[in-house]
């Protein structure tokens, strides 16, 4: 996949979805990605939700976190990797809905930061409301600088 004839870290993408067991208990997909973007999905369930009834801010949070952090692993060379250094999100209204969808876009990746914005919508009745948007920057990392608990 590529944009702008610049090819996607594909292997990247795909292993920080295979190595999160976090993604996988919420039930979060890598739906579709390229160069520079990523788009993910999550079918709600009463697992994810607070209180009230609606998606939990974490489960949003998480969400685009992760998309974030695979767009900018996109655009990786072979030998290096992302970490977020630091989110910041605004939730627009609550979220209620059997679907969450997220995309996120790069806006800038540097040689040590990878700046990206993510929207998260919720899907209901085949039509789309924008929920939450996440701005995240990420920092550049040697390629297995992951540590196990």
């Given amino acids: 996949m590529t944009l702008d004839g610049m090819p996607a870290n594909r292997e990247l993408v795909e292993q920080i979805f295979q190595d999160a067991p976090f993604l996988q208990s919420l039930g979060i997909e890598l739906d579709a990605f390229g160069f520079g973007w990523c788009e993910t999905k999550v079918r709600t369930t009463r697992l994810l939700q607070q209180q009230h009834?609606?998606?939990h801010a974490g489960a949003l949070m998480?969400?685009?976190d992760h998309t974030c952090g695979a767009a900018a692993a996109s655009t990786m060379p072979e030998s290096k990797d992302v970490i977020t250094v630091e989110n910041k999100i605004s939730f627009l209204?609550?979220?209620?809905?059997?679907?969450?969808?997220?995309?996120?876009d790069?806006?800038?990746?540097?040689?040590?930061?990878?700046?990206?914005?993510a929207d998260v919508w919720i899907e209901r009745d085949g039509a789309r409301v924008l929920a939450a948007k996440m701005s995240s920057t990420l920092a550049v990392?040697?390629?297995g600088s992951r540590k196990s608990v």
């Fill in 106 to 117: 790069v806006l800038r990746s540097g040689r040590n930061l990878v700046f990206a914005e």
């Fill in 53 to 55: 009834g609606f998606i």
């Fill in 93 to 104: 209204r609550p979220a209620a809905g059997p679907i969450l969808l997220c995309r996120s």
């Fill in 141 to 143: 990392i040697p390629l």
């Fill in 62 to 64: 998480t969400i685009a």
